[in-house]
């Protein structure tokens, strides 16, 4: 009931910068959290950011002081900011959201997005 859409992906070279946007659409009351995650090919999901509701975040330690995730809960939107990327940060980002609800008494889970490839260049 409830759908993902990444976009902002693609090639730059190192030190460069990218924005990713996630927008969820669907039937929805409120999404407790939003994050992003990504996968490198031979290696597992690992978390990149995630942005809680009322606006607290976390952010895995490889990317702090790089990556800014943002949030729009008017839009159900979220975005992560990448600024001087690295070859090591090339991989494919997922879009999360968790702690759906479609009421105040409906419980929809998490989803994920289909995810949007990043590949930075040396």
């Known amino acids: 009931q409830v759908q993902l859409v990444e976009s902002g992906g693609g090639l730059v070279q190192a030190g460069g910068s990218l924005r990713l946007s996630c927008v969820a659409s669907?039937?929805?009351?409120?999404?407790?959290?939003m994050g992003w995650y990504r996968q490198a090919p031979g290696k597992q999901r690992e978390l990149v950011a995630y942005?809680?509701?009322?606006?607290?975040?976390v952010y895995a330690d490889s990317v702090k002081g790089r990556f800014t995730i943002s949030r729009d809960n008017a839009k159900n939107a979220v975005y992560l900011q990448m600024n001087s990327l690295k070859p090591e940060d090339t991989a494919v980002y997922y879009c999360?959201?968790?702690?759906?609800?479609?009421?105040?008494?409906?419980?929809?889970?998490?989803?994920w997005g289909q995810g949007t490839q990043v590949t930075v260049s040396s």
């Open positions: 999360k959201a968790d702690g759906i609800r479609y009421s105040v008494r409906e419980y929809g889970g998490n989803v």
């Open positions: 942005v809680i509701s009322g606006g607290n975040s």
């Open positions: 669907g039937r929805i009351f409120s999404i407790n959290v």
